[in-house]
């Protein structure tokens, strides 16, 4: 079993910065992609960065010069740097990873989730 869980969320002013972390634990013999989610209330979940275990990121151009996901491998976790913060970045903010539990078996995991609100 593995479990995601999300810290870091709360409560910014525009313009403000934000660091959320994702920690993966339990049965673990690697991950692969990880990548952070967010939903905000009467809109469908959309992604926000992904990066592959070689460190390549995405990002769609909603956030691109503003978000910066990275990870550290060695602690299994995955980390948001959430800077220039505007209110229509509040949402549900989901970790996501594709985790090798062995060999032969692949699954993915989602967090919590982890409310950021920007508001002043």
């Known amino acids: 079993q593995v479990q995601l869980v999300e810290s870091g969320g709360g409560l910014v002013q525009p313009g403000g910065s934000l660091r959320l972390s994702c920690a993966a634990s339990g049965s673990i013999f690697s991950i692969h992609a990880m990548g952070w989610y967010r939903q905000a209330p009467g809109k469908q979940r959309e992604l926000v960065a992904t990066?592959?275990?070689?460190?390549?990121?995405n990002y769609p151009d909603s956030v691109k010069g503003r978000f910066t996901i990275s990870r550290d491998n060695a602690k299994n976790t995955v980390y948001l740097q959430m800077n220039s913060l505007k209110p229509e970045d509040t949402a549900v903010y989901y970790c996501n990873a594709d985790v090798e539990m062995s060999s032969i078996t692949m699954r993915n995991y989602w967090g919590q989730g982890t409310q950021v609100t920007v508001s002043s």
């Open positions: 990066i592959t275990s070689g460190g390549s990121t």
